[in-house]
């Protein structure tokens, strides 16, 4: 089936400094790519949405210039949080969909920590 | 714009009840509705995916059901085990993948 690689699965850092997220889609190509955090006890939420070799489109709320999202091919998605902030702390999770019906698949998430 | 809402935000039950997860969503034009589990510090793992066109999906011992014209979704889990402790999670989908999840509901099953 589908899969979605996600890396790294933990990650702790400095203020101020950035971090990159990973997603590939190992047997699929991802024509979209979603990006959701989650904060401890709290849902999901949509960050932005990806398209292969297009801009993101960014929720409301979400600062285009901290999240660098980066879809270059069909198989890698990237999320880099730019100059992170302890209030950064969350859980980053990609979702990859392909055109077919039955591709899609979350990755494994990521758990940053900013200290 | 798409809202869900899950009810109740918590739940613990004894080993072997059968118990009732409740989901509602805002937007009856959904494409699919899903449920989720989610184990602490983990990713999701996909448990029932229904289609706009059904009513309802079964595996194993839950079952989930869709009606649209009333906005509701809800997942029934028979014979609960400890195992079944995690938070589980709903979420409306469009045709184009994009998922809006709800809260979740925290289910703690004790022996």
């Known amino acids: 089936g589908a899969v979605v690689s996600q890396h790294p699965s933990w990650v702790i850092c400095k203020s101020g400094t950035s971090v990159k997220i990973e997603c590939r889609s190992l047997d699929f190509q991802a024509t979209t790519m979603f990006w959701y955090r989650q904060f401890p006890k709290q849902s999901l939420m949509l960050m932005a949405t990806s398209n292969e070799g297009s801009k993101a489109t960014y929720e409301q709320g979400v600062e285009k210039d901290k999240f660098l999202i980066n879809h270059a091919s069909l198989t890698l998605s990237t999320l880099t949080v730019t100059s992170a902030h302890p209030e950064d702390s969350s859980f980053y999770i990609c979702?990859?969909?392909?055109?077919?019906?039955?591709?899609?698949?979350f990755g494994s998430g990521t758990r940053l920590t900013v200290v | 714009k798409q809202e869900v809402t899950q009810i109740p935000a918590a739940l613990s039950v004894p080993e072997g009840e059968n118990l009732v997860l409740n989901c509602s969503f805002t937007?009856?034009?959904?494409?699919?509705l899903q449920w989720f589990r989610q184990d602490p510090g983990k990713g999701l793992t996909s448990l029932l995916l229904i289609q706009s066109s059904q009513r309802e999906q079964t595996s194993g011992r839950l079952n989930a059901s869709l009606d649209k014209s009333s906005g509701r979704s809800t997942l029934y889990i028979a014979a609960s085990q400890p195992g079944d402790s995690a938070t589980y999670l709903c979420?409306?989908?469009?045709?184009?993948?994009?998922?809006?999840f709800g809260q979740g509901t925290i289910l703690t099953v004790h022996p």
């Open positions: 937007d009856s034009a959904i494409y699919n």
């Open positions: 979420a409306g989908g469009t045709s184009y993948g994009k998922l809006t």
């Open positions: 979702r990859g969909v392909s055109d077919r019906s039955d591709g899609y698949t």
